[in-house]
């Protein structure tokens, strides 16, 4: 799933409408009619809307199972990845960020996270169980402002 910078995915845009959401994917499996709201989609979406309705933040969740059912951005797996290659490869492009507590926020209009639900050895079988490097476990798109309180 392709993300659009400050703007969402294809199928869910900043300012989209519940309704047309609902109407292109259907009913969330979880938080039908609340702030946020759980889409089976492939990978999974998690909307936020603001209080008429509308969407304000796109959240795509690593699907675990590579290629196109990562998010993905200018040619990068942004998913199911080593937070720290996501960001080096966006950075190489030219693309800024600021860290924030769980990853980098991008001026562009997105944030790559991690939770740490997800560990090292979840991609690399020969990491041992010490190993802190964060695997990006999610993507979340609005504008720049959105991420940085502004």
Known sequence: MHIIPGRGVDLVKIGDHR????????????????????YS??????ITYAADGTVELVEISYSGEGGNTEAQFDGIQLTHRFLDDVVSDLHARGY?????????????????WSMHSLWAGDLDPAASEDDER????????????????E
């Open 19 to 38: 309704s047309q959401v609902e109407e292109r994917i259907g009913l969330p499996h979880h938080g039908p009619g609340g702030e946020r709201a759980v």
């Open 41 to 46: 989609t492939s990978p999974m979406l998690v």
């Open 96 to 112: 800024t960020s600021t860290p924030s507590d769980i990853g980098h926020d991008f001026h562009a209009g997105f944030s790559v």
């Open 134 to 149: 964060a695997v990006a476990e999610g993507v979340s798109v609005a504008p720049y402002a959105y991420f940085c309180g």
